[in-house]
């Protein structure tokens, strides 16, 4: 059953910097744009990164995968929808669904530690931003068959 909850959404216009020679968004710009997502996601769910550095932690990224599906151009515009995946002790998985005017073009998912500082070391994530990112959207895994293919699951 899919999660009713709204994915938070983030829209980005491609520029001529992130095409490649094709005309087509390159492949290594969707980590750029799936990062710059989910930092937009957790600054609209638990505030500024200053609010983070109170805390004492950080997000780090551990762990990307990225799978390509239809093509994005110049001056198109990506909708971006992020959603939780899994929430551990230590990491948080988030998913990406990127799409041109309803057209799939990329999904993918970054698994991140919470990173102590300034220990430099993972730390549990903390109880307050555990509540909030608990109540966000879960991320659906498609049924077999379906068109639209999600990155391969993160490991466990």
């Known amino acids: 059953m899919a999660d009713a909850r709204p994915a938070h959404v983030h829209r980005v216009r491609v520029r001529p910097v992130d095409c490649d020679r094709q005309g087509i968004v390159h492949a290594s710009r969707y980590a750029v744009f799936f990062e710059a997502a989910m930092v937009e996601t957790l600054r609209s769910l638990l505030g500024s990164y200053k609010e ?3 805390h004492g932690v950080d997000f780090v990224m551990a762990e990307t995968s990225i799978r390509y599906l239809n093509p994005a151009g110049f001056d198109d515009l990506l909708r971006i929808a992020v959603r939780v995946r899994t929430l551990g002790t230590t990491t948080l998985t988030m998913g990406f669904d990127a799409d041109v ?3 799939p073009v990329a999904t993918g998912w970054n698994r991140y530690v919470s990173f102590g500082t300034p220990e430099l070391r993972s730390t549990p994530i903390p109880a307050e931003f555990r509540k909030v990112l608990e109540r966000r ?20």
């Open 52 to 54: 983070l550095e109170k």
């Open 101 to 103: 005017d309803g057209t």
């Open 137 to 156: 959207p879960a991320a659906t895994s498609p049924r077999a068959g379906s068109a639209t293919r999600s990155a391969p699951a993160p490991r466990s």
